[in-house]
């Protein structure tokens, strides 16, 4: 993917947050790598994109 960012905002539900924010604490846990929220959600998305284009 491209190194150029954008800023995307948008609404998400509580729980999905939760569940967002608590994989990258978990990740911070097993290798000690300083992992924030958007950085996990934008690899949920590549991941998200990634299978989408295999399906197509």
């Known amino acids: 993917m491209s190194d150029k960012k ?6 998400m ?3 999905l ?3 967002l924010e608590q994989m990258a ?4 846990m097993a290798t000690g790598e300083d992992k924030r929220l958007s950085e996990q ?3 949920a998305v590549e991941t998200y994109v990634k299978h989408e284009k295999r399906e197509a």
Do not use: A, G, N
């Open 13 to 15: 539900p509580e729980e």
């Open 25 to 28: 604490r978990q990740h911070r």
């Open 17 to 19: 947050r939760k569940e």
């Open 41 to 43: 959600l934008v690899e």
């Open 6 to 11: 954008v800023h995307v905002s948008f609404r």
